[in-house]
Nanobody, 124 residues
């Protein structure tokens, strides 16, 4: 079992920055990959970024590449999403998720555990 708790969401103006955190507990954090997803109102949940167990490999959806950075601190059992140059279209609930089999995919079904989500709202 893995428990995930996101924090750091909020309201920010376009062009601003936020850093999301996701604290994990349960299984050894360094043994599994992690991902961030988001769901905007009326839309399906979509992949945003992922990071490998040791943090050496990352991957981003094209729409955030160059603006968002995923990182992890295995000593603190936490994964982060630094979001810069935010746009109104980034408004969504952001979820972190654990990939226990280390598939490192963009597919929702490949992530076994999910946090409750944190709201990010970007005003224009």
């Amino acid at each position: 079992q893995v428990q995930l708790v996101e924090s750091g969401g909020g309201l920010v103006q376009a062009g601003g920055s936020l850093r999301l955190s996701c604290a994990a507990s349960g299984r050894t954090f360094s043994s599994y990959a992690m991902g961030w997803f988001r769901q905007a109102p009326g839309k399906e949940r979509e992949f945003v970024a992922r990071i490998s167990r040791a943090g050496l490999r990352t991957y981003y959806v094209d729409s955030v590449n160059g603006r968002f950075t995923i990182s992890r601190d295995n000593a603190e059992n936490t994964v982060y999403l630094q979001m810069n140059s935010l746009k109104p279209e980034d408004t969504a609930i952001y979820y972190c998720a654990a990939d226990l089999t280390n598939v490192q995919s963009k597919v929702i079904a490949d992530y076994e555990y999910w946090g409750q989500g944190t709201q990010v709202t970007v005003s224009s």
